[in-house]
């Protein structure tokens, strides 16, 4: 345990875990009983608990470990973690077996709460069956440390390996992985939004130069990553950690099976029946496709007539109809896809976390993926080649707007529309830049304001309401006023503590998505807009001390979850990158060079086979290069990967050198029976004597075989025989 | 050991490995001591020998171990697969040491003597170093088994998986791997034999139903494939095992690096360097594509004019040429462009002979592509397309022919060429029929023909040069007539010894190689001619008893390798596979539907963008298939995977059990003073001492803190009270 830890324990008086235990629903009865319950529970597996009053409804259950318990917890933990391949040495009760981090040491007291009783848990878990009561249990902020830290790397470009390191000590490899992954993408960001500032303004947007550079980046970023997914895993002795699948409590076996090999009876749901019900994931996908893509392709339809064909009155107030209803309609639909897909999810029943949120992530993956990008497609391949096919049909429009205004003016002769060739650009623009900044401004700042609002507004509530009764520690105009029976030197702690249970969970997965659509627009789109990298490398240097400020104050300080990865993210990395070489291409072949466009502004000289051959050959040649870098990373061994492997080896050296002493020594008084003294003459008659001895016991071909010559000694001296006997080379002949 | 082992042995006269000491280049002298070494490094390792004359220039030493030895190899050898996670549990020196398979016995001999000396072998490594004269170590053919197995295949359309662990138990699982494969291979073959069988018959060649069909049976196939490895190498415990590389004695270490983890000296070579030594690939790639090219495409351009332009004299001779021509000349330049790639490969300097394989087989199988698919790809993507516009060229010829023919007798008119729309198929026929026939000839009958002719010929020669000498061996006619100082009961032994040391190694991966060029035919071109895999599947009945054939006459008995895969060759079907989805959507788009060709046979209509289209979504449509496939596979768990899964669990439970138990065994008489007494009463006076205690020790907050409630059950009475404490809902307003 290093000083911080110490520290942070100290600030929040020693508690590792608050429960937050709510009797609201239930009968006070039923409530008092199931406390009784919680606490015998946590005093059985050795952890020390205190109650106080939470709000009108609920209590906090304030819990610590005792050393000794946790000691004998760590030691179970590391044994497990030794057997499934996690750790290499053997951990023995006499090394030190204190947890040497803090996040070791909320996981493995978590555990204690958390694992069924058979494994040496108190097989608490909140909201479900008996626990229904208990509604969170999580650590307490280490605000000191918070504070420092975003003091301190404010000042800060990059943040250092070791900083990480303390990411993940004090908030698991989770959220470690998740910052190690910003950090290096923020890193990686600087060649490309140099290079991608120099191909703007010496070529422009659609180079050739900069899209084959920027998809071998990609390419090269996506490959390093996964490399640097492996070395950190060694860092953090993670490495495996996804193998021990926990076992998710919903699962719905269909029936109970005796295994065969181990004897026990487990709950089992056929591989095959869950595959037919992901069968509905394609469904599925296409129901998003359509309720997406019409939303989005009509207020397109609906924004192209107002800004290019309309002319009537009110334009300038009408242009915003079709953002107002993307804005409005879109999230909409997305929530209630998202809200289809986690039942769809449900349906299939699967039987570990980790699947579950592997299956959840594809699904919600493809929601994403159209919101974020098909307008973009839109604009690129439907809006440019096609316009002029198109636009007549948006009459449709024409006819709604007719009964408003005279004919003559409302509609810009057709002849006149010209397809916006800064369309395109302007879109990307807004994806890349605007929409960043309202997403930051939207994740952040706005719940910090709202949680700050609401927390003034209760206090004015209570205070209004409280006034009558009390007025004893009016003294004293810093404290927040509470209407709780706090012991004094405790309020301003549980007034903390109050607010921290107000706040929600933290979930690492939304924003590796967010990073993760934001390198879809870098891999997709940025050659029709250079800067894109650059502006991603200004927001990723916000978006990591934001996200952190996220993670201190408007959420509960996340419960340390070890792993190995991040997850299904990184296929969809490897998806965008790939998806990236075609669209790339098709947009430097449709967009590039002839400068020179047609009457509507559309590009001219479009090819079919000319467009698809280039992106068979760019696809095909992504996936070459893909294979090589791969080929060239594996070789490549990171560096706390080839510790990881020293260690097994000596580990595994020692180990076979005390088997090896083993046998020598207890060799050394009985092995000499097989060498025969060399200097055993072969006589005639010992021969004879053998023979005799041979035939006298009826000896079997074999045995005869192995008995003419006794120990090597003899093999020698008959081997020397025949080659001497041997007649040298031109002496065949003569011999004869 | 079962009864068969045994019998195997006792054939053999209990001789367990062969060593071939040849003696014909060095001085005798040297030779003798060379031999002292190796029957004493023999004997060191507990390995007992018998030295016989071999030919005139080499010696033959039989090689047994001795049963405790062996046991006590076993038993190391055991306990490495245990530290490298091949084995589960954790071997026990009273467990049964006994080798469980005749396989197992001989690798762990064959380790006995090869492993380097601090791993408790005896280093032998032949042909290199001291142990120059050492050519060959070598197990003795089990000649009954063989010929049994040999009579019952036979008769059986299918061998069961009995079969297969028997191959496994006498040769390895290296054999084993490839003998399940061809046997996987082939019962999966039936369903395309049948299906192709049916569309030839009703629907012809470039039908899109079986082109779907056969992509999507070459993707389930090769997914089966992996899936069977993982349950094989659960099944014959060759889990992980390519995890444990064995170093290339070959490899030069560009310079010695202390490993500070390990402490240990060992020879680097950079991969950086390593790398750029492989992009030599690249060159190496378009020579063999250039120089075979040439040849393939200079044949057939000969062959086309020959067949379709000339019409002079000795036509029906002419013909010929061209086949000789490549007959002889692809497989030397295919041995010429082998014999580069081997050279690169040492060039590349690998560290383990994994990773040489591995790259080897890369650059085979590049060679292999080309001189095997690249004549159908020119008939089916140059020939027919663009005949019209390349026939006239083939006037080169024409020039060549004109000094010996006249002239208007020579040359066909250009007007009346056509295309041969039956040449594609014929050449696919000729491929997957004529050559397979040809290659079984040439790879088990004629060797065999060879070797009996070669024995004959060195037996009529000795008889001649023997003639003279020898007059006592005469009574026996059946007795080959050697010219060795044998003891009489073992000359026939001896004899076939002998024998078995002239024939050659096997590799398996020649075996491998070939049918992973089978299915190429099939994954790439079968839509030409729907019978190529009914012609397989016939084929591979054969395949398999002739390769079990060549094994066990025309080859030494192999040394059993472990594998857990049939290695890059697995990479190269699922390549075939992929290749196939394009050229398969390219054939069938070109050549199917419009049965009414060009004026010159030409098929018409063939727009570049259609078939562009065709392939772009082929391709992709076969990726999201895999993508599929490979989901459902992975879901699906094999029995024999399972199964050692449930060993694992249970070993780690059990151990985890015996932890838990150790715990509460120590824990009985001093863990109850955590729970205080349910009894005891909180009452004023003690809080009152304890707040007394505290403000006379000067404690700090925390430990106040914690002070409060001890023990659960007075937790349990205060958040009793906080709970009967809060008024009831509607009860809020009425108190105040």
Redesign the interface.
Known sequence: MTANTENS??VN???DYVIH?S?GGTD?LQ??EQ??KL??S??KV?L????R?GD??S?L??V?A?EKHLK?AV??SR??DW???IRNAEPTRSNSTEPQTEAERLRVIHQMMTLPEE??GANITPGHGQWKNVSAIFPLHDIETNNKWMREWSKKTFLSEDDLDQIRNKFGESVGFYFSFLQSYFRFLIFPAVFGFSCWFLLGGFSIIYTVVNCLWCIIFVEYWKRQEVDLSCRWETKNVSAVRTKRREFKPEKEVC????GEVHGVFP??K??QRQLLQIPFALLAAIALGAIIATCFAIEIFISELYNGPLKTYLIFIPTILVSALVPTMSAILSSIATKLNDYENHETSNAYDVALTQKVFVINFITSYLPIFLTAFVYVPFASLIVPYLDVFHLTVRPFVSKEHAISKQSHFQIDPARLRNQVIYFTVTAQIVGFAMETIVPYIKQHALRKYKKYNKER?GK?ERSDDKESPERPVVSYDD?A??VK?LTRVRNEVELSEYDVTDDLREMCIQFGYLALFSPIWPLVPLSFFVNNWVELRSDFFKICMEFRRPVPLRTDTIGPWLDSLGFLSWVGSITSAALVYMFSGNAQHGPNGEPTDI???A???T??FSEHLYLIVRYAVRA?MA???PPNS??ER??R?????R??ES??HA?TDDDKDESEG??IPESSEISRASLEDDARHASLHGV???D???M??Q???E??K???G???A?PVKGA?KKQ?
């Open positions: 324990q100290e008086l020693q508690v235990y009797f006070k409530a008092i406390l009784e606490l015998q946590l005093a050795g020390q608990a205190e109650v009053q009108e409804v209590l259950v304030f610590k005792s004998r030691y179970r044994v497990r057997l499934y391949g494994e040496g295994d065969q090999s181990t591989a095959t869950r595959m309401n009558a012991p030197e405790e702690f090819k079919g086979w467009l698809l051959l992106i068979f060239a070789r490549l061994e080839r510790k020293g260690e080896y000596l580990m595994r050296k180990y076979l088997t090896l046998e097989i060498y079997d071909p074999a005869r075989f192995w003419h010559q120990g090597w000694a093999s020698a008959i081997g020397a025949i080659i001497q041997q065949v004869q």
